[in-house]
């Protein structure tokens, strides 16, 4: 018996999304027990209050900001996380003879200044934000430059099989102003300085929605999960049942032309001997026939005479 491996594939499947939805679950739950600050004053008093026997996970709102932000050099913003990409483009000679487009990571750089969310009533600073789930930085800038038509260069390139085609250049930034969600722990350094950290133990997010929508679209996805997994759960017990089922007929099937087969030889068996008692008087072939113990079959079918056979 062959394994269903379609049905089991969909049952393995069911069963990883179960474990998502679940975790999903877990998450938005987490989230609704951590303590909201709705201005950042307060959480200073709440970190003097709270803090001292379990860690305090808390969720802040506010603008970004920074003592020196960063000037962007291409779109000419200002952030306090700046990532710049550049990508060479180019055609290559592959070895069907034709020319593929393909491209190599020339220039990756990061660049992050202390930076802090702002309500208008204190500032809080934020460390390791670009680990945190939910971060996403804005494309601040997407050129390209296009490569010069310089006749030697051009010669010595497609000598070695190249087309420079040019330098795609990405910026992506944080910028300043931007309202932001934090959720995390919060502690106070030596200096008294209040920041939000990624917690040893516990959701750490950095997001342009608000934690209503976080814990909102963290319940979505597992409901989601959860019918999706239900819905592959159903799908791949069928399909098992099917190749079981199949299977159990199959057998019964080739069981019972078995034992059509063995009656139909049994019975062929019987009316040759009576036939040979009446007489030895039969040829060569006669006497083969007589001593076949099944009828004439097809081999594959098992169900009507055979046709054509195979000689050596």
Not at 14 to 43: F, H, I, M, P, T
Not at 175 to 184: A, E, F, I, N, R
Request: hydrophobic fraction near 40%.
């Amino acid at each position: 018996m062959m394994i269903p491996w379609g049905g089991v594939s969909c049952c393995l499947s069911a069963a990883a999304l179960y474990l998502l939805g679940r975790s999903s679950g877990r998450d938005a739950e987490v989230l609704k027990s951590v303590a909201k600050v709705n201005q950042l004053k307060e959480l200073a008093k709440l970190l003097d209050i709270e803090s001292k026997v379990l860690p305090l996970i808390v969720a802040i709102s506010g603008r970004v900001g920074a003592e020196s932000p960063i000037s962007c050099e291409f779109s000419g913003l200002r952030g306090v996380i700046v990532e710049e990409t550049a990508e060479q483009h180019f055609l290559k000679h592959n070895d069907a003879g034709s020319w593929i487009q393909d491209s190599a990571l020339m220039l990756s750089m990061s660049k992050e200044v202390p930076w802090y969310l702002d309500d208008g009533t204190d500032r809080v600073f934020v460390v390791g934000a670009r680990g945190a789930s939910g971060f996403v930085l804005t494309v601040g800038s997407e050129v390209f430059e296009e490569s010069g038509r310089s006749l030697v260069r051009g010669t010595l390139d497609y000598l070695q099989g190249l087309k420079m085609l040019g330098v795609k250049r990405i910026e992506r930034v944080l910028p300043t102003g931007t309202s932001l969600t934090v959720v995390g722990e919060a502690v106070k350094d030596d200096i008294g300085t209040v920041r939000i950290q990624r917690p040893h133990k516990g959701p750490f997010y950095v997001s342009p929605k608000s934690i209503d929508e976080l814990i909102g679209n963290l319940g979505k996805w597992a409901r989601w999960y959860k019918y999706a997994s239900l819905g592959l759960t159903v799908f791949g017990a069928f399909l098992i049942a099917n190749h079981v089922i199949r299977y159990i007929m199959e057998r019964r099937r080739r069981w019972e032309l078995q034992s059509r087969v063995l009656a139909a030889a049994a019975a062929k068996r019987s009316d040759q001997d009576n036939e040979g008692s009446n007489g030895k008087a039969e040829n060569g072939s006669d006497g083969a026939k007589r001593e076949r113990p099944i009828p004439d079959l097809c081999v594959i079918c098992l169900e009507q005479e055979y046709n054509a056979v195979f000689l050596p």
